[in-house]
C-alpha cells in the first residue's frame, strides 16, 4: 500500500470528514469523492470550486451587522473548512486582517465566554498543573511548529482577560498562515489559565476560565517552568512565542528561556524590530546613513529602550564605537532629557545619558527638565520617534523645526491608541509640506496634501512574526536572537516600497507581506547559520525550503482509492 493509500484508507468519512476542518472541503467534493468517501445526499447536489465558495462566503460575511459578527463568522468558517477561510482572507486581506486580528479581536477576548462555540487550542489551567505533559499530548494535532501561548494577563491596551487572551494565540496563528505560511495544522494556541483579577470577568456567570485570582510570585514562575519543561518534552524543537504577559513577567520570562529552547516575545522583540526596520528603510529612502544620524526619542520606557538598543547595534555593526553609536541617541522621558547629571536614572536609561556637560547650558523649565522643543532646537535632530503615551506631543513648532534642519525629517509618532499618538499625520504632512517620511503606531489614512496622495504606513508587528516563524521553520534554527531579529529589520526596511517610488508607503502593503515574509525569512536563516545555529545550506537551498514551506491554501483530491 502507497502512502497516499494508507492515509485514503484512514481518512475519516462521512459526517466526520464533514465536521473535520482541515479536510472539509464542502460543497467542492467531486462526485467521485462524494461516492467514494460516502458523502452524497450530506451535501447539495451542485459541485462548485474554490473560487465559487469564496464569493458565497464573502456575501455571507457582508451580511454581518458589526464586527465582532463578522470576527464570529470568519472564526466559525476556520473551524469548519480551513482552505476556505484562508482563501477568502487572502482575497480581502486589507479587509478582513483587522478583523480577525487586531483591532477586533480585542472584543473577541472581552467577549470570549459569550460568544465560544467550538475548542481551538489548549487551555492550561493552574489546577490541572500536575498534568501539563499529558494535556499537551491531548493536542489536535501531533506535528507543530509553532505555539502562541498567553497568560491573558496585558491582552492588547484592554489588560486582564483570564482564559478569554486565548482569542489572542488563535488570532495571531491565523496570521502566521496568512503571511507567514506556516501550516495551520501544524500550528498551537495556548492559553495559560493561571486565574484573573478581572472582577467583571470573575463576576460573570458566564465566564469559561478558571474562577480564581491570579496566582503570582514563584507559584507563577514554577507554573511557567513546568510548562515550558512540558513543552521541551512533548514538541521538541517547536518555535514558542510568548504573546501579551504582563511586563513584570515577560522580560524575566523571555531572559529565562531565550537560551534554553527556540523562543522569542513578540512584544519585546517583534516591536522593536518593526520600528527599527521601519526606520532602516527610511534612512535609506533619503539617502543617508545611520550612523549620521542624531536620533530623538520622546518617551524613554520599554518600547523605547528596545529600538534604541536595536538601532545601537545597527550602527556598531556598521561600524561605530559602542560609545559613539550610543552618543546619537536622546532620550526624553517624563523628567525630560536624559543626560548624566540626573540622579534618578535606570541602568537601561543610563546608557544613554548625554554627557551632562554638553547641556549645561541648555535652557530649562521651572523644575530644571531640558524639554523636547529645547533638544530638537540644540541638535541637528534627523530623526523624532513618539513612544511616550502623550497624544499631540508633536507640535507645530517642534515639526516645522526639524523641517527647517533637515531636508526630510523622519518623523515617527509611534503611540497607540490613536488619541495618544504625539501627531495626526495630516499635521506632519501640512508642517514638513510633504517632506517628512513618517509611520505611526495607530492605523490612519493616507493624507491628501498639495495635490498629492501620502500614504501612512502602519509599524504593525505583523511585518516580523509571521517571517520568523517561516524562518524558523524553514532553516531548521535552533534559537531566536537579537542578530536573527535584526536581520528581519534590515530586510523590512530594504523591501520598503518608497525605495522604488517616492510616492509609496514606506511599508509594504499588506498584499506583498507574504512575498516579503519569504526575503525576511531567508535573510533571518542565513543570519542564523552565521550563528551556527541552523544548519549549513546555500542561499538557494534556504530560499527553496522557504518556498516549500509556505502553505497555500488549496483542496486536496481524494479520489482513485489513492491516485492524487
Ligand atoms: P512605557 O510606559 O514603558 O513608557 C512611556 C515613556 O514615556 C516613559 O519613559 C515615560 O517617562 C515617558 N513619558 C510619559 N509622559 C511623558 C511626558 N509628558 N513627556 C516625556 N515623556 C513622557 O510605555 P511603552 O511600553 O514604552 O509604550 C509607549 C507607547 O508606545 C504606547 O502608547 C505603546 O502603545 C506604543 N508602542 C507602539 C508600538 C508600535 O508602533 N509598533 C510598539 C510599542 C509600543
Known sequence: MTRYEAVFSAMPRGMDLLNNQELNKGSAFTDEE?????????????????????????????RKGDDLERHIYLRALQDTNEVLFYQLLLDHIVEMTPIVYTPVVAQACQQFSHIYRRPRGLFISYPLCDSIPALLRNRPNPN??????????????????????????????????????????????????????????????????????????????????????AVKQELPGTCLQWEDFATPHAAPILQRYRDELLTFNDDIQGTAAVVVGALLGAVQVVGRLLTDQQIVMFGAGSASIGVADGLRTAMTDAGLSEQDARSRFWLIDSHGLVYSGRGDLTPEKAAYAQPGGCVCGWPRTANGRIGLLDVI????????????????????????????????????????????????????????????LMATGSPFPPVYYGGRVFPVSQCNNVYIFPAIGLAVVASGARRVTDGMMLAAARELGANSPALKDPAASL??????????????????GLQAQREGIAPRMSEEELRRKVQATQWIPAYLSFTGGGKA
Not at 497624544?391 to 525629517?409: D, L, Y
Not at 498584499?511 to 516579503?516: A, F, G, K, Q, S
Open 377 to 436: 532646537g540644540r541638535i541637528e535632530a534627523t530623526i523624532l520617534i513618539g513612544l511616550s503615551t502623550v497624544g499631540g506631543a508633536f507640535s507645530e513648532a517642534i515639526v516645522r523645526e526639524m523641517a527647517r534642519k533637515t531636508p526630510r525629517p523622519v518623523i515617527f509618532p509611534l503611540s497607540n491608541p490613536t488619541d495618544k499618538s504625539e501627531a495626526k499625520p495630516e499635521d506632519v504632512v501640512r508642517w514638513t509640506e510633504g517632506r517628512a
Open 144 to 229: 507543530v511548529d509553532v505555539i502562541v501561548v498567553t497568560d491573558g494577563e496585558r491582552i492588547l491596551g484592554i489588560g486582564d482577560q483570564g482564559a478569554g487572551g486565548l482569542g489572542i494565540p488563535i488570532g495571531k496563528l491565523s496570521l502566521y498562515t496568512l503571511f507567514g505560511g506556516i501550516r495551520p495544522d501544524r500550528t498551537l494556541p495556548i492559553v495559560l489559565d493561571v486565574g484573573t483579577n478581572n472582577a467583571e470577568r470573575l463576576a460573570d456567570p458566564e465566564y469559561l476560565g478558571w474562577r480564581h485570582e491570579r496566582i503570582r510570585g514563584q507559584v507563577y514562575f514554577d507554573f511557567i517552568d513546568r510548562f515550558v519543561q
Open 34 to 62: 462524494r461516492t467514494e468517501l460516502r458523502l452524497h445526499g450530506l451535501l447539495p447536489p451542485h459541485v462548485e470550486v474554490l473560487e465559487e465558495q469564496v464569493v458565497r462566503a464573502y456575501e455571507a460575511y457582508q
Open 507 to 524: 511599508l509594504p502593503p499588506l498584499t506583498e507581506l507574504r512575498r516579503v515574509a519569504a526575503e525576511i525569512a531567508v535573510a533571518v
